[in-house]
C-alpha cells in the first residue's frame, strides 16, 4: 500500500493530525492504522459479568478508535499547567493557543459548554491557603467534562467526519516495525487479517498513547531515533466518600495539588479526579492489570476517586523506567492473582493487610467489584510508598477526612510516558520523515494536550504542503 501520510494509532493526537489537515484543505492521502476497533464496537463486558475477564487480542479500555483516555474520564484540561510538556518545546503562548482552538473543535462536536472550577474565585482562595499552609501547591485548571459515555458520542462524531473526508482508517491492525533506511522513515511494517504487508508513505507519524510507549521506546533504540528516558510516576488510586470531597468537588471538579513530601521530596501530585465515579482495570500487553478511573455524565456512584502518583527521574546508568514501573505492577498483580490490589489507608498505617470481611464493614464500599483485599506494601517500593503516606496525610489538611482510617488505595496506578523523543519545535525526529506525537512521545499527559500536539502537526504539514 501506498499513502502520503500514515498514522500509527487512532487516539487524539493522530485524529487531530487528520482533522487539522482536513480542515485546512489537504489533498494528501491520509491512512490510520489501529489495532483496537471503531469506537462503536468497544465494549468492556464487566458490566454484565462483574469481574475483569482480560479480553483478547486487547482490552477494549485501552485499544481502539480514541485510545485509553476516552474511555476513562474525559476531562479536557483547558491550561497549559496541566498535561505535559508541551509548552516548553514550543512556548506557553502558542500551546494556549492551540488548546484554546483544540477547545472549539470539541465543542462543535457536542461538548458540554460548561467549564468546571471557574465559578467561585473566594472559595478557589480558600483551598488554595489551606493547601500552601500543607506544604502543597494548588493548580486550578478550568476543565471541560466530557464524561465517559458522552466522550464516546463525541469521538463517534470525529471517527464518521475523517471517514467521510477520505481517510482510510484500517482497524485490526498491528504496526509492527517502523521501515527506516538511512536515517529517513519510508513507512510502517503491519498485520491484519490479509497478513502482513508494508505501507509506503512520505510521512510517518507514531502517536500510540501511553500503552505504545514501550513498543516505540523499543523501537527507537532498535532504529537510532534519538531519544532519552523521561519520568515515570508510580502510584495509587485513592477513593473516598464524596461527602470528604465535596467542596473541592463542588468548586474545582478536579483539584490538582502538587508537594514534595519528606523525608524524599520526589514530585507527588494528584490526577485524574473523578467526582462520583467508578474505579476501574485496565489490561495492557503481557497480562499487566493496572487502575484508573471512570466519571460518567449522567451515572454517579457515593465516591471519588482520583490518582496519586510519585515522580521517579532515573540517571545513568539505568534507562529502563518503563521496565521499571512494569516490575512493580506485575508484583502487585502478582499478590492480587492478575486482579486490582485494594487495601484501607488505617490498615497500611497499623502495618496490616485488609480483609475483605472489613471492607464490608466499611462506610466505604469499593466501586470496582473484583479488586483483592490484601497488602499492597508488599509490592510498592518503600520510597513511593512513604511519599504517598506522607501525601495523604498532607492533603488531609486541605480535605479534611482523606485520610481517613477507611480511605481506600487501589493499586498499581502506572503511567507508562517516561520514554521522551528529542524533537524540535517543528515535531521532527533525528529521521527524515518520522515524527512521534501525544503521550507516547513522552510530550504530553492526556486528551487536551495529546490533541493540540496533534492540531499543531497538522499545520506543520500544511505549511510543508503548501510550501
Not at 476501574?280 to 456512584?301: F, P, R, T
Not at 519545535?425 to 486528551?447: P, Y
Amino acid at each position: 500500500m501506498k499513502t502520503d501520510v500514515v498514522i500509527v494509532g487512532a487516539g487524539p493526537a493522530g485524529i487531530f493530525t487528520a482533522i487539522e489537515m482536513i480542515r485546512k484543505g489537504t489533498k494528501k492521502k491520509i491512512v490510520i492504522v489501529e489495532k483496537g476497533a471503531p469506537i462503536e464496537k468497544r465494549r468492556c463486558p464487566k458490566k454484565e459479568t462483574q469481574r475483569c475477564v482480560d479480553c483478547k487480542p486487547y482490552c477494549h479500555i485501552t485499544t481502539g478508535f480514541s485510545g485509553a483516555g476516552a474511555f476513562s474520564d474525559g476531562k479536557l484540561s483547558l491550561s497549559t499547567e496541566v498535561g505535559g510538556d508541551l509548552p516548553n518545546l514550543i512556548g506557553e503562548e502558542l500551546a494556549q493557543e492551540l488548546i484554546n482552538y483544540t477547545d472549539k473543535i470539541y465543542l462543535e462536536f457536542g461538548a458540554d459548554t460548561k467549564i468546571e472550577g471557574i465559578s467561585d474565585p473566594e472559595a478557589v482562595k480558600e483551598i488554595r491557603k489551606r493547601a500552601i499552609q500543607a506544604g502543597l501547591k494548588l493548580v486550578d485548571c478550568p476543565i471541560r467534562h466530557l464524561g465517559t459515555e458522552k466522550a464516546q458520542e463525541i469521538y463517534y462524531k470525529l471517527e464518521q467526519y475523517l471517514l467521510e473526508n477520505g481517510v482510510d482508517i484500517i482497524f485490526g491492525c498491528e504496526c509492527n516495525t517502523l521501515n527506516i533506511k538511512d536515517g529517513k522513515c519510508y513507512g510502517v511494517s503491519v498485520t491484519e487479517k490479509n497478513g502482513t504487508y508494508d505501507i509506503e508513505a512520505e510521512t510517518t507519524i507514531v502517536a500510540t498513547g501511553r500503552r505504545g510507549a514501550e513498543w516505540l521506546e523499543h523501537l527507537c533504540s532498535e532504529h537510532g531515533v534519538e531519544h532519552q528516558p523521561g519520568t515515570v510516576d508510580i502510584g495509587v488510586r485513592v477513593e473516598v466518600r464524596n461527602e470528604v470531597m465535596e467542596k473541592v468537588n463542588e468548586v474545582l471538579y478536579e483539584s490538582k495539588l502538587i508537594g514534595w513530601p519528606k523525608p524524599f521530596k520526589n514530585k507527588v501530585r494528584t490526577f485524574c479526579q473523578n467526582p462520583g465515579g467508578f474505579v476501574a482495570q485496565e489490561n495492557y500487553d503481557n497480562g499487566l492489570a493496572v487502575v484508573n478511573g471512570h466519571s460518567y455524565k449522567e451515572i454517579k456512584s457515593q465516591n471519588t476517586n482520583l490518582a496519586i502518583l510519585v515522580s521517579h527521574n532515573f540517571r545513568e546508568p539505568f534507562d529502563q523506567p518503563i521496565e521499571y514501573a512494569r516490575k512493580v505492577g506485575e508484583l502487585t498483580n502478582m499478590l492480587g492473582t492478575g486482579h486490582i490490589l485494594v487495601q484501607r489507608y488505617g490498615d497500611i498505617l497499623d502495618g496490616k493487610r485488609t480483609w475483605q470481611k472489613e471492607l464490608n464493614f466499611s462506610n466505604l464500599k469499593p466501586t470496582i467489584p473484583d479488586a483483592v483485599a490484601g497488602d499492597i506494601t508488599a509490592a510498592m517500593p518503600y520510597r513511593a510508598m512513604m511519599n504517598i503516606i506522607n501525601f495523604i496525610q498532607a492533603v488531609d489538611h486541605v480535605v479534611p477526612g482523606f485520610a481517613s482510617e477507611e480511605t481506600l488505595l487501589y493499586s498499581p496506578e502506572l503511567k507508562f510516558y517516561s520514554n521522551r523523543v528529542k524533537t524540535d519545535e517543528d515535531l521532527n525526529t533525528s529521521v527524515d520523515g518520522l515524527h512521534c506525537l501525544g503521550d507516547s512521545s513522552g510530550w504530553t499527559r492526556g486528551l487536551m494536550m495529546a490533541s493540540a500536539m496533534g492540531v499543531l502537526m497538522g499545520r506543520k504539514l500544511m505549511e510543508k504542503e503548501n510550501a
